[in-house]
């Protein structure tokens, strides 16, 4: 697939078919997740993958009851919680240089190579962010030093949603300086 087709095609999905997935589509996945960029290439990026139902449920109860992604989790194959080991990245040396948590942004670049892996291998995902962090660490048994960034559950799409609409680049490109309000 082509990476313009993927990057255009890629939904959020919310409605899962209950189907297993091959671990060698997982892996590929998960693959797809190692090669993103990351600070100095500090790999700071971990990941859980979740296929027992039981956990799957519990990570569910981790999001407000008016998150529309909450029920997925009853559906969805399997989960990938990326989760981040802090101090590596925005470091050198072992000395902060950074002042944002940079972390986010590896950990941001690995989830889209997520997303767009599993929809070029015929999965459907979505990204939350909107849970309970410590919950969910709890839950995956995540200890200090790491925080759970955010969950991706993956499976056969159900339903895809239409094409969103996006803004013409010329309301969000500026060229040599920031000219835009």
Same mark, same amino acid.
């Given at each position: 697939?082509?990476?313009?087709?993927?990057?255009?095609?890629?939904? /959020?999905?919310?409605?899962?078919?209950?189907?297993?997935?091959?671990?060698?589509?997982?892996? %590929?996945?998960?693959?797809?997740?190692?090669? $993103?960029?990351?600070?100095?290439?500090?790999?700071? $990026?971990?990941?859980?993958? *979740?296929?027992?139902?039981?956990?799957?449920?519990?990570? =569910?109860?981790?999001?407000?009851?008016?998150?529309?992604?909450?029920?997925?989790?009853?559906?969805?194959?399997?989960?990938?919680?990326?989760?981040?080991?802090?101090? +590596? $990245? &925005?470091?050198?040396? =072992?000395?902060?240089?950074? /002042?944002?948590?940079?972390?986010?942004?590896?950990?941001?670049?690995?989830?889209?190579?997520?997303?767009?892996?599993?929809?070029?291998? &015929?999965?459907?995902?979505?990204?939350? &962010?909107?849970?309970?962090? %410590? $919950?969910?660490?709890?839950?995956?048994?995540?200890?200090? =030093?790491? #925080?759970?960034?955010?969950?991706?559950?993956? =499976? #056969?799409?159900?339903?895809?949603?239409?094409?969103? /609409?996006?803004?013409? +680049?010329?309301?969000? *490109?500026?060229?040599?300086?920031?000219?835009?309000?």
């Amino acid at each position: 697939m082509d990476v313009f087709e993927a990057i255009k095609g890629r939904r /959020s999905i919310r409605s899962f078919k209950e189907r297993e997935v091959e671990d060698s589509i997982v892996e %590929k996945i998960l693959d797809a997740a190692r090669w $993103a960029p990351s600070w100095a290439n500090s790999q700071c $990026a971990r990941y859980v993958v *979740v296929r027992t139902k039981e956990i799957l449920l519990k990570l =569910g109860e981790t999001l407000p009851p008016t998150n529309p992604a909450r029920g997925v989790f009853a559906q969805c194959s399997f989960c990938i919680a990326v989760v981040a080991k802090h101090g +590596l $990245a &925005g470091y050198k040396k =072992g000395e902060r240089v950074e /002042s944002r948590d940079w972390y986010m942004f590896d950990s941001a670049l690995a989830t889209q190579n997520i997303c767009l892996a599993a929809y070029a291998l &015929g999965l459907g995902s979505v990204i939350v &962010g909107l849970f309970d962090h %410590k $919950a969910a660490s709890e839950v995956l048994k995540v200890p200090q =030093g790491y #925080e759970t960034v955010c969950l991706i559950p993956i =499976g #056969e799409p159900d339903k895809s949603p239409a094409v969103p /609409s996006r803004k013409p +680049l010329s309301e969000i *490109v500026s060229y040599e300086s920031f000219s835009r309000g």
